[in-house]
């Protein structure tokens, strides 16, 4: 499976951004998806997460009521919506997935966001 991040770029704080994941290879083996994120200096962290079929969604803290993670599995995409960015969501952001045996990232994509 082969995980290709989109969206990413340059905001101003209050800003919006719509992040997209492309999934090709051995689609059908996927599960869970979800979105991770590492600032500078950071560890990794989970943002959100999706369950198979799309119906159960889970969000750190720290976005909750901003983010919105969504996919379509009929295009093998998942979505990252991003409202009222703040600086402190500046991180290259990266997409997750799960099959029963392995997982798999995505290569990342940069948000900034400008105060």
């Known amino acids: 499976v082969q995980l290709v991040e989109s969206g990413g770029g340059l905001v101003q704080a209050g800003g919006s951004l719509r992040l997209s994941c492309a999934a090709s290879g051995s689609t059908f083996s996927i599960n869970a998806m979800g979105w991770y994120r590492q600032a500078p200096g950071k560890q990794r962290e989970v943002v959100a997460g999706?369950?198979?079929?799309?119906?159960?969604?889970n969000y750190a803290d720290s976005v909750k009521g901003r983010f919105t993670i969504s996919r379509d599995n009929a295009k093998n995409t998942m979505y990252l919506q991003m409202k009222s960015l703040k600086p402190e969501d500046t991180a290259v952001y990266y997409c997750?997935?799960?099959?029963?045996?392995?997982?798999?990232w995505g290569q990342g994509t940069q948000v900034t966001v400008s105060s």
């Open positions: 999706i369950t198979s079929g799309g119906d159960t969604t």
């Open positions: 997750h997935a799960r099959s029963s045996w392995t997982s798999y």
